[in-house]
Every structure is written in C-alpha cells, then in structure tokens.
C-alpha cells in the first residue's frame, strides 16, 4: 500500500528514508519511486513523496513519529564521501586542561 510522505525543508534523501521506511535498504527504491536521479537532493517546501508503506521495517516508529509530526533530519546538506588509510594510527597525545592559558585552548 502506497502512502505519502511530506519532509522538513531541506531533508536529504538519506533522512526521508529512514522516516519512511527505517531501513537504508530502500533507498534506492525511494529514488526510483520518487524520480530521484541526485542521493544529494534536498526537499524543498511542499514537496511530496510516495512510499511502499508494506516495506516499514519499524511500523511502531513510524506511528510515533505520524502522531507528533516528528522528522528525523542529520542536518548535513549532502552525503559525505570519508576516505580512510588502512594503516591509519591515531597518535594525537590526549592530556587534560591544566589551565585557562593551557596550550590545548584554542583562541582567537
């Protein structure tokens, strides 16, 4: 059964579904039910978007969040691509603050 979804403002993808289905697994569903060519699409004002509501993975969450209007949003305009080395070591030196003029504060 298909349902409707009206996100935030400025909603990524990665956002819309996680409130529609839970599950990342769908988001290329979403893309394609939704004309979605761009994973860094943000919604805008008014826009609406169609959901395979037999596909929620959490059908409890998704009731909490219909009853208080809330919308899960990460607050990143766009997905981020993180490259790491293999052999990446941390060796930062982590020592507490001895004072205000500590040279770990950062001022400006």
């Given at each position: 059964?298909?349902?409707?979804?009206?996100?935030?403002?400025?909603?990524?993808?990665?956002?819309?579904?996680?409130?529609?289905?839970?599950?990342?697994?769908?988001?290329?569903?979403?893309?394609?039910d939704?004309?979605?060519?761009?994973?860094?699409?943000?919604?805008?004002?008014?826009d609406?978007?169609?959901?395979?509501?037999?596909?929620?993975?959490?059908?409890?969450?998704?009731?909490?969040?219909?009853?208080t209007?809330?919308?899960?949003?990460?607050?990143?305009?766009?997905?981020?691509?993180?490259?790491?080395?293999?052999?990446?070591?941390?060796?930062?030196?982590?020592?507490?603050?001895?004072?205000?003029?500590?040279?770990?504060?950062?001022?400006?």
């Amino acid at each position: 059964m298909n349902k409707y979804f009206l996100p935030a403002s400025n909603s990524t993808v990665f956002d819309m579904v996680i409130n529609t289905y839970g599950d990342l697994n769908y988001m290329i569903k979403f893309c394609l039910d939704n004309n979605i060519n761009d994973v860094n699409y943000l919604s805008k004002v008014g826009d609406k978007f169609i959901y395979d509501f037999n596909l929620v993975k959490d059908y409890e969450l998704l009731k909490q969040f219909t009853d208080t209007n809330v919308k899960i949003t990460t607050g990143q305009p766009q997905l981020r691509t993180i490259f790491v080395e293999d052999n990446y070591i941390n060796t930062e030196e982590l020592r507490p603050i001895t004072s205000e003029t500590d040279d770990n504060l950062i001022t400006e």
